[in-house]
């Protein structure tokens, strides 16, 4: 079946600093692939996404490449802010039955310090 | 641009009552679903409905029962209720996507203690 597999947490960094997120995954034949964020006490939120092989997803400041040899979608960003303390979810999408169905890593908390 | 609404926003039970949660969406889109969210488990499909008059079990169905109402609104009714169904519960929606690349839009969750 399908799987996602995300770094686990927490991770804290200091402001400004650089963040890499890991997401692997199995999947038959081709998924998309997608970042979620969750803020405190709030629903999640699409980050980013990416449909097929070698595109870049991007979205405030933050970028993940779809890369089919090693099945991975790493979540970057050059230089966090507090304001991006949140829970990731990196999550892939696939034919299952009529319908595509989203399937979730278990989540990454950060918490980033100024 | 209300997007996904989920009520109530917060509620408290007894072990064997019964009671339904309801999710309504503005967006026209066809399909829905309901999530559940445990510590260290991440999200985990519920049931879900590709388009009106459709509804799916998800990964975890048991304990659980929805109705795809119109368009607009899904519910998720837990019959009677058990401590194991403590969770935040979420709804969301989605065009129905013919390549799987349209994202799903979630309300603000149901935070649900069963006691």
């Known amino acids: 079946g399908n799987s996602v597999t995300q770094m686990e947490g927490p991770v804290t960094l200091s402001e400004e600093a650089f963040l890499t997120i890991n997401c692997t995954y199995t999947?038959?034949?081709?998924?998309?692939l997608f970042w979620y964020v969750q803020y405190p006490g709030e629903g999640l939120q699409l980050l980013l996404k990416?449909?097929?092989?070698?595109d870049k997803g991007s979205n405030k400041g933050f970028e993940a490449t779809y890369r089919k040899e090693t099945t991975s979608f790493h979540l970057e960003k050059g230089s966090v802010q507090v304001s991006d303390s949140a829970v990731y979810f990196c999550a892939l999408s696939a034919p299952g039955g009529s319908n595509y169905k989203l399937t979730f890593g278990k989540g990454t908390l950060l918490t980033v310090n100024p | 641009n209300a997007g996904v609404t989920q009520t109530p926003k917060f509620q408290v039970l007894k072990t064997g009552q019964s009671m339904t949660l309801q999710c309504a969406q503005d967006?026209?889109?066809?399909?829905m679903y309901w999530y559940r969210q445990d510590p260290g488990m991440g999200l985990r499909l519920i049931y879900y409905s590709a388009s009106e008059g459709t509804t799916d079990k998800g990964e975890v169905p048991n304990g659980y029962n929805v109705s795809r109402l119109n368009k607009r609104e899904f519910s998720l009714r837990l019959e009677s209720a058990a401590p194991s169904q403590t969770s935040v519960y979420f709804c969301?929606?989605?065009?129905?996507?013919?390549?799987?690349?349209?994202?799903?839009?979630f309300g603000d969750g149901t935070r649900l203690s069963i006691l």
């Open positions: 999947a038959t034949g081709y998924p998309s």
């Open positions: 969301a929606s989605s065009e129905r996507g013919g390549a799987g690349n349209q994202p799903q839009h």
């Open positions: 967006m026209n889109h066809n399909s």
């Open positions: 990416a449909t097929k092989a070698d």
